[in-house]
């Protein structure tokens, strides 16, 4: 293969500096390469599936990341519903794919690395996708250096380059997303690229070709931030580009201004709106097809819950929707961090005085509980009328009401008075009113506030309405503080009432969980009731939108606890790669997979960065005083180059130094591969438009191929850590131990 | 005049009420004071502006003796309008600033005047000038820079003429000052790093002038903007050491170093055994730039994290925790006469004094560094096991070296699984009350964070001899000072009980602050923007996109458009283009910021929305011949101008409460006299 490439780049140079009959030689030129084009294409594609997908089901063991992956890909084969917040659902959904292709029934516990999988586990269907995407980046590359204007010859280089990237193999070859995101990434790119570069013309075909192009670009774009939350970057980058072509296209003034107007319509609707619509797509198919509940409901608002089969809908279907005068109910907190809860009582009373010396009313404690409980339940009271149960018809209550709410199985009122609650001072305790006769009057009186309502005079609903209480006497709003109480309290949660005149804060909002109208009017027949089971109806959807929203909405928010993971790195050691991540130790010998890049590669990349900068620097001075180095052509070309592949170092790197979370080296991988596809573009620069001397040019090309021989033989010689196998005597792995800081495992025998 | 007189008389006004200490001012008053008794205290923002308060404060009478405890003390006869004094004049040249910017920008009175008049009338920045507060003085040196920024524009024409060189060397010495004051500063430096950018460039494509003259530009401006700068920012820091001798609150964030400079100290002139013996109690602080001493209490670490041991931790203050006993591995230390002192290679056990347990490690996770091992706290009255054993190493030292106090570096092995004592720098959860974690690292790399030394030590066996330490050099403490600054910036975490302001907040003057007073019987100030100002501002912003990209389209297609309408889109483009990236690097920063965030944060960039906003209106009220024929066009930029006018004073008028303070009921309720005026929700008066 290099001794094709050796002889192409002599005839290439040879004809250069000969420098006549440009145009025949131009003619006769593509007839050439086409053959050799195709070949090599052909050849590498070959050669990446061979690296990515040869003994694909080896290990045949859960490696690293697949751990994690794992748990939603058997979630979805059970269609069960859960939020994770590391992405969008396009990822999981392409793993659970490939998992469904090879029949993979969701039964496997995904608990530790290392573990073995049984027989009826497909591994290789598992890891199909993503290793066909990582090998699909290979050709990609190629043809993406060819559409920024450069020669087979430095397509060839990046290919070669990716093909022999060990991180970038290892990352293809498990149930992980960063190839499928390079993939996307690239494809979008260099759809993109096709379509400005064909010629823009009327006939209806070619224009109808050029804009299916187009049309792939946004969906590229659309699968790109469906697959992680980084891909956003690589995608403002693409309209970054597009929106320069769009703005040189307005300053055209041999098209006219119809044809404009209509050009950058189509733009926006293939990049912006195509993307924004499947984006919501990827939702919509997540939602539609998760429709059980699973783990993570209680995450979810009430309502969502309830759309869920199994889980809440069970549990509340059937039950009436408008609360009435004498409704039994649960409220339950609409903070669910980090656990959901209902407002609770019980038979105890709050201490006399706290451990700080601190006085409490030492009426019956009113707490939040994080578990279904008979205790839970609460009777929705007419403060005029004695009785508990619900007339026929029913009356319901609206918004705006003054209600009182009587504890289902103590019958203590709900109240709240101007003493400080037990651990939040500045606020007023909440309490089930017990007269002690110390001049310290019953204050239950509670006003209903819809906060959600539509109409002013809007009936509260299970569900579906949120509840703010508000205490009459004192205009205080009830309030989960969150707090855990001490040993006295259990350790239930805190519930108090704040004097807050904020606009939104969900620990004011309760809603009604679970709902049934009371018919009982004597306490023991009420509490055999309480005890029974809510009853049967139909049941109640809310729409996909606000399902939308509100899954998002969680997404983005739900924190996951910060900790530091053994093989966490911080991303400026990833420029010089000081670290590794062990995915897989076999189980009793050596044999080990490393995510380990290759060196050669990696400095080679950087060394290209650096070039880049300091030789745009110094065109850039040099044209501003007038010395063109270079023809324009050439330059457009070059600074094209450098928006996309510095542009996109740049958005996939600088992003990671402001997070705040735990990273990982294979977080650079996106990053790394513009780096590759920058590399052997920059030298074919060089070697055609700044060295004039034969001599140079032919140092220069013998000088990349010492390269470009010395990565294959890295590449062979991190073989075993890349593939697994074979297995490496402890003294061969201490040799492979290049950096001090690298973490290689040893099994002692 | 008229915008001077006016801006004058708002800020003054009522400037001594109320009389009692307002919300930052306990912090920036008490500093004040501190640099009238000399005391060296530690702070996240650099010196200027406080010493600017302590000199104000200095000239006008106040002694320096009024405590500043908490917000809500009464001044009684302390002499503090000097320092509201100070500040509120200065906040009161922000409109004319701003006044003086636009018309230089857009060459328009009427654009000025608007600028000016929303300022002037602005609640918010009313009230932020009228305290001891260190955002006054920060916005008079950054709009101060802008203006000689922007005068230095206009000269290009005059290179190298006195006034050239003079609105120059103005531009730096006010970066300096907006750089001294807090480190907000560096926007405006970047806003002013930017614009200079942008002329060089201009003058290296202007084929007129000679390599030669570019290079004489740049260095003038390299001196200017850059040199001077720096040279005047140090200065201030070369005055702060100078002026702060004495020992007080911030010693404990240094090293014995730079404690050893400060009278007072019990480093000063310290005078203690010189070598380590054992029997010795000693404290033993870490070698990273604020690394805080090694400290243990009575609290064991949390279920879950490692074993259910004793925490230790490093700790920045001074305290009896942090004291430490030096044993040998068998305990007998009961002999009589001169102790031993210990070597490199000793083995040594180190016991806790308060609480009589061991230094120990064991091979669990630490807390946050999960690479590292945990270090807790184990045994009873010095008896453990073989994981409480330390071995002691000088660095750079051999075999038989005594350890030095104060100067020697030492490291400590641990024996069992060969780790060495780490500080991490992480900041631990509550459960370690926010101290920093201990861990014990197997990576044995030599580095500050797993150095110590031997601060205090105590043996009375051992004879006293008195020590000069090493004393630091200027450019070591300047380093060393701003590196616990940025760790002191970066530790202000939001607590997670606290309501926080997010950044989204600010623009549309979501919600205040509180400087004074809560319930209805108190003089309440509360610091809120003038909602009608804030929300013109915020849509101008908008408008101001629409009106770019609608001229920047129109050129690009090439229409063909008038002269006047030509200069308009280049004053768009130009003036507003400036004053536009002052806003978004005032802005956009903060999106990105972890630490805590308050809404006074955005004032510096509401001061350049204003201007914006005053250049804006300005030509959209302009450029209403577009629509409208002659005379009509006329009537409706003159009545524009009028109903903006109004609005802006009418609203005042109704919101003037907020700054010069209100009494009696809560605005919700009906009595008020902000009755009907809690537009939002959020708004607490």
């Given at each position: 293969m290099s ?44 050669l990446a599936?061979w690296t990515r997908?040869s003994h694909?089901?080896y ?101 070669v380059l990716l093909l022999l990237e060990n991180s970038l193999i290892v990352q293809s070859r ?402 010089t790669m000081e670290t590794n991540i062990a995915y897989w130790l076999h189980?009793?010998t050596n044999a080990q997979i490393h995510l380990i890049g290759n060196p050669v590669s990696w400095g080679v990349g950087n060394l ?57 080296l294979?977080?650079?991988l996106?990053?790394l591969?513009?780096?590759y ?27 990349a191929l010492a390269v470009l021989l010395s990565i294959f033989l890295t590449y062979r010689t991190f073989c075993p850590l890349t593939y697994g196998s074979p297995e490496l005597s402890a003294h061969q792995l201490q040799g492979l131990k290049w950096r001090d800081t690298w973490d290689i495992l040893y099994?002692?025998? | ?685």
């Amino acid at each position: 293969m290099s001794l094709t490439c050796w002889a192409t780049d002599s005839i290439h140079g040879v004809e250069e500096n000969e420098g006549h009959s440009w145009v025949s030689e131009m003619l006769q030129l593509p007839l050439v390469v086409t053959a050799q084009v195709d070949l090599l294409l052909v050849l590498v594609s070959l050669l990446a599936f061979w690296t990515r997908l040869s003994h694909l089901s080896y290990p045949n063991a859960v490696v690293f990341d697949e751990v994690y992956y794992g748990q939603f890909v058997s979630l979805y084969m059970k269609r069960v519903f859960f939020i994770d917040d590391s992405g969008p659902p396009l990822g999981h959904m392409i793993l659970a794919f490939g998992a469904y292709l090879g029949g993979f029934d969701g039964n496997f516990v995904w608990n530790r690395i290392g573990a073995e999988y049984p027989t009826t586990v497909n591994v290789w269907s598992l890891r199909l996708l993503p290793a066909l995407c990582g090998a699909l980046c290979v050709p990609l590359v190629y043809l993406l250096t060819l559409e920024l204007k450069f020669s087979h010859l430095s397509a060839l280089g990046a290919a070669v380059l990716l093909l022999l990237e060990n991180s970038l193999i290892v990352q293809s070859r498990f149930m992980l997303l960063e190839s499928v995101l390079i993939f996307f990434v690239l494809l979008a790119f260099f759809s993109y690229l096709r379509f400005h570069n064909a010629p823009s013309s009327y006939s209806l075909l070619s224009s109808w070709s050029r804009y299916i192009w187009l049309i792939l670009s946004g969906v590229s774009c659309g699968a790109v931030v469906g697959v992680k939350y980084m891909g956003l970057f690589s995608y403002l980058l693409l309209l970054v580009v597009a929106s320069l072509h769009t703005w040189k296209l307005i300053g055209d003034k041999t098209i006219s201004h119809r044809n404009v107007c209509v050009q950058c319509v189509h733009r926006v609707l293939c990049l912006v709106v195509v993307p924004v619509l499947l984006y919501v797509f990827w939702f919509y198919v997540h939602l539609s097809f998760l429709n059980r509940s699973g783990p993570h409901d209680q995450l979810m608002s009430s309502a969502f819950q309830a759309s869920l089969q199994g889980g809440l809908s069970r549990i509340t279907r059937g039950q009436p929707l408008e609360v009435a005068y004498g409704s039994q109910v649960t409220l339950r907190s609409s903070v669910s961090q980090p656990i959901p809860c209902w407002l609770h009582s019980h038979k105890v009373n709050y201490p006399i005085r706290y451990d700080n010396g601190r006085g409490s009313s030492h009426q019956q404690q009113v707490t939040c509980y994080p578990f279904k409980d008979v205790n839970n339940w609460w009777i929705i009271k007419d403060p005029g009328r004695q009785q508990l149960v619900v007339d026929t018809p029913p009356r319901p209550v609206r918004h705006g009401d003054v209600i009182q709410l009587v504890h289902g199985m103590t019958s203590r009122f709900l109240n709240s008075h101007d003493v400080a609650a037990p651990m939040s001072p500045h606020t007023q305790e909440v309490s089930g009113y017990i007269d002690f006769n110390v001049s310290m009057p019953a204050q239950n009186l509670w006003r209903v506030d819809i906060s959600n309502r539509e109409a002013e005079s809007e009936v509260w609903k299970t569900i579906l309405s949120e509840v703010r209480l508000v205490h009459v006497n004192t205009s205080a709003v009830l309030k989960l503080s969150g707090v855990p109480l001490p040993d006295w309290g259990f350790r239930q949660l805190e519930v108090v009432a704040d004097k807050l005149f904020k606009a939104h804060s969900s620990s004011l909002e309760w809603t009604v969980e679970e709902h049934r109208y009371g018919t009982s009017q004597e306490q023991k027949e009420r509490e055999a009731e309480l005890h029974s089971p809510t009853h049967i109806d139909v049941d109640r959807k809310i729409s996909f939108w606000a399902k939308f929203v509100e899954l998002q909405w969680k997404m983005l928010t739900v924190k996951q606890e910060e900790s530091e993971h053994k093989y966490s790195s911080s991303p400026l050691e990833w420029i010089t790669m000081e670290t590794n991540i062990a995915y897989w130790l076999h189980s009793s010998t050596n044999a080990q997979i490393h995510l380990i890049g290759n060196p050669v590669s990696w400095g080679v990349g950087n060394l290209s960065l650096l070039a880049y900068q300091l030789l745009a620097v110094v065109y850039l001075l040099r044209r501003r005083r007038g010395l063109k180095d270079v023809p324009d052509g050439v330059w457009d070309q070059f600074v094209c180059l450098g928006c996309v592949c510095v542009g996109g170092w740049l958005v996939n790197f600088v992003p990671f130094l402001l997070m705040d979370k735990t990273l990982f080296l294979y977080h650079y991988l996106p990053a790394l591969c513009y780096l590759y596809l920058l590399s052997p573009a920059l030298l074919e620069h060089a070697h055609t438009h700044l060295l004039s001397s034969l001599t140079h040019q032919r140092a220069l090309c013998v000088g990349a191929l010492a390269v470009l021989l010395s990565i294959f033989l890295t590449y062979r010689t991190f073989c075993p850590l890349t593939y697994g196998s074979p297995e490496l005597s402890a003294h061969q792995l201490q040799g492979l131990k290049w950096r001090d800081t690298w973490d290689i495992l040893y099994r002692r025998r | 005049m008229l915008v001077a007189g006016l801006s004058f008389s708002t800020r003054l006004y009522k400037l001594t009420e109320p009389p009692h200490v307002c919300w930052d001012e306990t912090h920036f008053g008490k500093m004040g004071s501190y640099y009238i008794n000399r005391t060296f205290f530690f702070d996240v923002h650099p010196p200027l502006g406080k010493m600017l308060i302590g000199l104000a404060g200095y000239m006008s009478g106040y002694n320096g003796t009024f405590p500043f405890i908490k917000p809500g003390d009464k001044y009684e006869n302390q002499n503090y309008w000097g320092m509201r004094g100070f500040c509120a004049v200065l906040g009161s040249f922000l409109p004319i600033f701003a006044y003086l910017i636009v018309l230089e920008l857009s060459n328009s009175c009427t654009a000025a005047i608007i600028a000016a008049t929303l300022l002037i009338f602005d609640t918010g920045c009313i009230t932020i000038s009228q305290y001891i507060l260190l955002d006054p003085i920060l916005m008079f040196f950054i709009m101060a820079a802008v203006l000689s920024m922007v005068k230095f524009n206009q000269q290009r024409y005059r290179s190298f003429t006195a006034s050239w060189w003079f609105w120059l060397v103005l531009t730096g010495i006010n970066l300096a000052g907006a750089l001294g004051v807090k480190f907000v500063g560096l926007f405006v430096i970047v806003l002013v790093g930017l614009n200079t950018i942008g002329d060089l460039w201009r003058l290296l494509g202007d084929m007129s002038l000679s390599l030669v003259d570019i290079a004489k530009h740049f260095l003038a401006r390299a001196f200017a903007l850059i040199l001077l700068p720096l040279i005047l920012y140090v200065t201030i820091f070369a005055v702060h050491f100078v002026v702060l001798n004495k020992s007080g609150p911030g010693d404990g964030f240094f090293s014995s170093a730079f404690q050893s400079r400060l009278i007072g100290n019990n480093l000063h002139n310290a005078s203690m055994p010189e070598y380590l013996a054992f029997g010795s109690t000693v404290t033993i602080k870490n070698l990273r730039i604020a690394g805080g001493y090694l400290h243990s209490h009575w609290h064991l670490y949390p279920e879950g994290v490692g074993a259910r041991q004793q925490q230790v931790t490093a700790y920045l203050h001074k305290d009896y925790n942090n004291l430490w006993v030096v044993h040998r591995q068998q305990d007998n230390n009961s002999q009589s006469g001169n102790p031993d002192l210990v070597r490199h290679g000793d083995i040594v056990r180190l016991e806790h004094k308060e609480t009589t347990r061991n230094l120990h490690s064991h091979l669990h996770e630490a807390p946050l560094t999960k690479k590292h091992f945990q270090v807790t706290g184990y045994g009873i009255n010095g008896t453990g096991d073989a994981n409480d054993l330390w071995q002691m190493e000088v660095c750079g030292g051999r075999k038989g070296d005594p350890v030095k106090v104060l100067r020697s570096k030492v490291r400590f092995l641990h024996r069992a699984t060969g780790c060495v004592l780490y500080s991490s720098g992480k900041t631990l959860p509550k459960w370690g009350w926010e101290q920093i974690e201990v861990t014990c690292s197997p990576y044995l790399k030599e580095t500050p964070s797993s150095q110590w030394n031997i601060e205090d030590h105590i043996n009375p066996k051992l004879p006293n001899i008195s020590l000069s330490v090493l004393k630091p050099n200027f450019l070591e403490i300047l380093l060393e000072s701003h590196i616990v600054m940025f760790r002191g910036n970066s530790g202000l975490k939001p607590k997670d009980n606290e309501m926080n302001s997010k950044p989204w907040h600010w623009p549309i003057n979501y919600q205040g602050l509180r400087f004074s007073g809560v319930n209805a019987t108190e003089y309440r100030v509360y610091l809120l923007g003038n909602p009608v100002v804030w929300w013109i501002n915020l849509a101008s912003l908008g408008l101001y996109f629409t009106m770019v990209a609608v001229a920047s389209i129109a050129t690009q297609r090439g229409f063909s458009l008038g002269q006047q309408r030509i200069e308009h889109s280049l004053v768009l483009v130009r003036g507003g283009g400036l004053l536009m990236l002052g806003w978004l690097l005032h802005y956009a920063p903060f999106f990105t910021m972890g630490r805590i965030l308050y809404f006074h944060h955005y004032f510096p960039a509401m001061l350049f929305s204003s201007m914006l906003t005053g250049l804006t209106l300005d030509i959209l009220f302009r450029s209403a011949d577009l629509l409208l024929h002659p005379p009509y066009s006329y009537w409706f930029q003159r009545t524009g101008q009028l109903l903006l006018l109004f609005s802006i004073l009418y609203s005042f008028y109704l919101f003037h409460p907020l700054s010069y303070g209100m009494t009696g009921p809560l605005a919700h309720e009906p009595g008020s006299a902000m009755a009907g005026l809690k537009w939002m929700d959020s708004w607490e008066f």
